[in-house]
Structures are given as C-alpha cells and as structure tokens.
C-alpha cells in the first residue's frame, strides 16, 4: 500500500469526497467526461472503487459536484478579489475581470476540464441546471458592478443589460480563445476591451437626438 493511500484512508466524508472530486477535475482535465470512470478515478484519488461509490451515486453526480466545486473556486477568487474596500467602482470591475484569467484558472489543464463541463451540460440535465445557476452567479456580479460603473459616468446606465450580455459572451469567448492560443496578449487587450465597454457612452438609437 503507497504511503499516500495509508495517509488519507482515515479521512472524514467531506474530505474524502473532496478529494475525489479533486482526482476528477484531473481525470477530465486529462481525458473528457466520455472516458470518465470509477476505475480511473479511484486510481487518481489513490482511493477504492468502494469509496466512489460510497460518496457518489453514479459518474453523472460526480460530473454535477465537480462542475459545481470547479465553478465556485472561479467565483469565489473573483468575489475575493474585491476585498480591499477602497477601490473605485472601475478598479473593482478591472479586478473581477482579471481574477478569472489569473495564472491559476487558466492552467491547460484547468481550462480543458472546464471547456469539457460545458460540453457535458449538453447532454445531462443536472449537470446544465448547475451551470446554468452558477453562470448567473457570476453574471450578476458582474452586472452589480459595471451598474456601478455606469452610475459613476454622466451618461448613467444606458442599455446596461445588454452590455453585460456582450461582456459575458467575450469572457466564455476569451476561455476557448486561450485553449486554442495560449496567448495571454489578446487576453490583456479582450479585458482592456471589456473594460472599454463599459465605460463607453450608450449607444443612441438610430433616428434618436
């Protein structure tokens, strides 16, 4: 037995789930949901299949637990990232932007688990109820604040719904940009971007004054 194995046999239930979860996010980083299984990742988590299946009804939960454990740790860097209270409404906004393309999040690895997750919620309705409820988590952080932003500028709010639209679909843009780049260049200037948006005046409609 690996002195790993004999280390963390005795680990309380949270824990032990975790550190499944954590040989997962591993196994699809590496290989893609289609080619989870127990096996594999009773193997990563130097663990048996009996706990896998002690802590995990089925591979579909375990896909539902990790998207979700994958998700917060991405929001909750980026909400962290806002701890420091003196910061202008655009240096928040900056700061939460870039906390989600920081060293960590974009890992190959990390990014290619993610992509993955998006790929599964296609085809498992658990799997796309949590993303979908973890997608407008982040979205509504990020709408608080460009909110923010905008009440700062003398144009107000404009069409403040839309923006964040835009701005949320160059962000999931920005994910599959890197995987297939790496190039943290364009990853600067998109935020720059994104942060020229939202400063930006509204649009005035054609016709309008």
Known sequence: MSTTRTRTKNLPPEERKKQIIIAALTCLGR????????????????????????????????????YRYASRRLLEASESSLGTSDLSAQERLRTFLEAGFSEEFLDKGYT????????????????????????QGYRDQLSNLIAAVRAECSDGFGNHISLVDV????LDGLWLDWMRREDNLSVRAALDLCMQL?????LTPEGGN
Do not use: C
């Not at 993955?116 to 979908?132: G, I, K, M, N, T």
């Not at 701005?167 to 160059?170: C, Y």
């Open 31 to 66: 290989d893609g949901h289609a080619k989870l299984t127990a096996r594999k990742l009773a193997k990563e988590a130097q663990t048996s299949l009996g706990n896998i299946t002690y802590h995990f009804t089925d591979m579909r939960e375990i896909l539902v637990e990790t």
């Open 112 to 135: 290619a688990m993610r992509i993955d997750l998006w790929s599964a919620a296609l085809h498992y309705d658990e799997v796309r109820h949590v993303e979908r409820e973890l997608y």
């Open 167 to 170: 701005i949320m679909a160059t």
């Open 198 to 202: 939202a400063l930006a005046p509204p």
